[in-house]
Nanobody, 116 residues
Framework: QVQLVESGGGLVQPGGSLRLSCAAP????????MRWYRQAPGKLRELVAA???????YYADSAKGRFTISRDNARNTVFLQMNNLKPEDTAVYYC??????????WGQGTQVTVSS
């Protein structure tokens, strides 16, 4: 079974930073765009950021100017650097890969909590 493995979530104060990581099988990472979704309690899962295999990026309006998605092709890993975090960023963050929106492949999710 294909697995995307996330790490890096945690509890952070408003204004703080976190970096999420997602390790993917090479066959997935080299072929498809990689994305970060999030789901807050009682809300639908939403796309936060995406990066194509060629490196072009997309950000949701809520992430622009604060979050940066990047990929390390040597380690088959995608990152989400999150700065100036706000309480409304609190959610479970999921790594996603594959064609379509969303793609077929998911990670298990990592909790991000922004609270003082």
């Amino acid at each position: 079974q294909v697995q995307l493995v996330e790490s890096g979530g945690g509890l952070v104060q408003p204004g703080g930073s976190l970096r999420l990581s997602c390790a993917a099988p090479e066959s997935i990472f080299r072929t498809y765009a990689m994305r970060w979704y999030r789901q807050a309690p009682g809300k639908l899962r939403e796309l936060v950021a995406a990066i194509a295999s060629g490196g072009s990026t997309y950000y949701a309006d809520s992430a622009k100017g604060r979050f940066t998605i990047s990929r390390d092709n040597a380690r088959n890993t995608v990152f989400l650097q999150m700065n100036n975090l706000k309480p409304e960023d609190t959610a479970v963050y999921y790594c996603n890969g594959g064609t379509g929106l969303p793609g077929f492949y998911w990670g298990q999710g990592t909790q991000v909590t922004v609270s003082s």
